[in-house]
């Protein structure tokens, strides 16, 4: 079965630090992009930040470049998202996807002119950022 595990998630003060993890099982990350999404509370899931099958990394979300950057350990069959100089509207529930097109196309993309919804998701892991 194909499954995503996400991890690194904690309470931080803003200015503060983390890597968060998103490790697969049942399958290899290396023939996928991976994207980080995030929900903060009362609000709508969000693109964050995704890294191509060529490793190749795409922000999807504006406030978070310079901050945030993504990397993979194929070996390791996971994908990191290190995030520097956290703020408190960082906080959120964090969830990595998988994403056959392997190019970042966000949460969905077409095969024709069908939306395909991705399907592999991680649980999530909670980021809270407060002082």
């Known amino acids: 079965q194909e499954r995503l595990v996400e991890s690194g998630g904690g309470l931080v003060q803003p200015g503060d630090s983390l890597r968060l993890s998103c490790a697969a099982s049942?399958?290899?990350?290396?023939?996928?992009?991976i994207g980080w999404f995030r929900q903060a509370p009362g609000k709508e899931r969000e693109g964050v930040l995704c890294?191509?099958?060529?490793?190749?990394?795409?922000y999807y979300a504006r406030s978070v470049e310079g901050r945030f950057t993504i990397s993979r350990d194929n070996a390791e069959n996971t994908v990191y998202l290190q995030m520097d100089n956290l703020k408190p509207e960082d906080t959120a529930v964090y969830y990595c996807?998988?994403?056959?097109?392997?190019?970042?196309?966000?949460?969905?993309?077409?095969?024709?002119?069908?939306?395909?919804?991705?399907?592999?998701w991680g649980q999530g892991t909670l980021v809270t950022v407060s002082s």
């Open positions: 890294i191509t099958s060529d490793d190749v990394p795409k």
């Open positions: 996807a998988a994403d056959p097109t392997r190019h970042c196309s966000g949460s969905y993309y077409y095969l024709g002119n069908r939306r395909v919804d991705l399907d592999i």
């Open positions: 049942g399958f290899s990350l290396e023939h996928y992009a």
